[in-house]
């Protein structure tokens, strides 16, 4: 496995797919698939991940994922720092008692829930999910999380979409992209 940094970046790099006109025409889909298929690359990714954080000494009490791709990538993470796990689902996903957002999608809206004890007023969290976009499901998230007065670490993703500006809208929280395309 390639030791350095760079070198794992460039492992993860190699394991991304891009498949012109999916879903639809005139969209690149990246396809983080062959990154989960390869146990190299998915520990340089982890890798990467909790070496930012170390990096960056942040203080973290929770991970927590997004629906789907971020529960991949987020129990990881969370692993090696020796942190929980929290799932932010679409809604009626959960059982018991949940909060709720909504939020904007291409062709309507949609809401993203958490169960309503999953985290506590003044944790420290980061979000993780494998793609940042326009950044709509990742600003839900981080609403949700305003929502139960944590302290959002930052949000952490696979692949940016550079062009479609997601980070603006996640300011003031800072975005780590392992790529950017």
Request: hydrophobic share 45%; charged share 25%; with cysteine.
């Amino acid at each position: 496995m390639a030791a350095g940094p760079e070198g794992k970046l460039q492992l993860v790099q190699r394991h991304v797919r891009a498949f012109p006109d999916f879903p639809k025409k005139g969209i690149l889909f990246r396809d983080i698939c062959p990154i989960l298929k390869s146990p190299a690359a998915l520990t340089a990714v982890i890798d990467l991940f909790e070496e930012r954080v170390r990096s960056r000494q942040l203080q973290v009490d929770l991970i927590v994922g997004l629906d789907a791709r971020g529960f991949l990538f987020g129990p990881l993470l969370a692993q090696r720092l020796g942190v929980g796990f929290v799932l932010v689902r679409k809604k009626g996903k959960l059982p018991g008692a949940t909060v709720s957002v909504a939020y904007d999608l291409e062709y309507g809206t949609a809401e993203a829930e958490i169960q309503e004890d999953a985290v506590a007023p003044g944790q420290k969290v980061l979000i993780i999910d494998d793609l940042l976009a326009t950044g709509g499901t990742l600003l839900a998230a981080c609403e949700l999380m305003k929502k139960q007065r944590v302290d959002i670490q930052g949000c952490m993703v696979v692949i940016e979409l550079r062009d479609l500006k997601g980070a603006d809208r996640l300011k003031p929280h800072n975005v780590f992209s392992l790529l950017q395309y």
